[in-house]
């Protein structure tokens, strides 16, 4: 069966090693971004670039994106010569980012009045893991949708997930970034506690590592707080966005987050001391500072 010709936008860390993983399993790319090195990186491994997403959505089957924020996303969904200007009937867009569902949402709406679909499919894992195809992928949209993308997404992830209506990917990875930001930004300030009350920092790590509150973030926290290793590869800034993001959609749930407020209000202050390139565990050298 022919392969469907792939548009991709987004050629960061993440969407770079996705196109090369494509590319090496065969299929064929346009691709766009404003980093022209990371342009002419995919172009060497043929891949063709596209001068416009009006452009890119036309002459493909499929368009991938993976950017930073809804309004990335919006903006080239909806620009004069935007994707939604271009996008062919029985094509799919596919959002690999973190978006705000509602947002997602509407677009799909407004592809679906023009015979395309979408899919939102935010994703899990690395970009190392993007490289070799093992992410884990949690998709949403129309089943019959969901199917017909369903053998690329496999060719890009470990594990697919098809979570129901448009929109739940979306908000499954804003409430799984919630609870983990959260934890990792609780564990941090536990850590700085400590220290300032006398407590070695290592001796709190070995006594809570050995009960429940054990996790792969505690033991990034300890790799940053204790032994100076940031090694989570998650920025401080987008945690933030997220935060921002998760707090939007249960404000339009018609309910609130405390517990998020704590958490973003933090993440915002070390972005506000230009702590935001940083990864997440460095928000401890905030607590360390912190005074009443």
Known sequence: MTKPIIGFIGLGLMGGNMVENL??????????????????ACVARGATQATSAKELAA???????????????????????GILAGIKEGAVLIDFGTSIPASTRKIGADLAAKGAGMI????GRTPAH????LLNIMAAGDKDTFEKVKPILEQQGENVFHLGALGAGHTTKL?????????VTAMSQAF????????????????????????????FCKNYAIDNNSDLGFSIA??????????????????????AEGTSANLQAGVDLDMGNGNVPEIFDYF???NA
């Not at 493909?60 to 004069?80: F, G, K, P, R």
């Not at 987008?238 to 517990?259: H, P």
């Open 288 to 290: 360390m500072k912190l």
């Open 23 to 40: 590319q090496k399993r065969g299929f064929e790319l346009n691709v766009m971004d404003l980093n022209k090195d990371a342009v002419a």
């Open 130 to 133: 993007a490289k070799d195809g």
């Open 120 to 123: 939102d499919a935010p994703l």
């Open 59 to 81: 002459a493909s089957d499929i368009v991938m994106l993976c950017l930073t924020t809804s309004n990335v996303v919006e903006a080239l969904v909806y620009a004069e010569d």
């Open 238 to 259: 987008n945690a933030n966005k997220d935060l921002g993001y998760f707090l939007k959609m249960v404000e339009d749930l018609g309910t609130r987050s405390q517990i």
């Open 175 to 183: 409430i799984n970034n919630f609870m983990g930001m959260t934890t």
């Open 192 to 219: 700085a506690v400590a220290d300032r009350a006398g407590v070695d920092r290592q001796q709190l790590f070995d006594i809570m590592s050995t009960g429940p509150s054990n996790s792969p973030f505690m033991h």
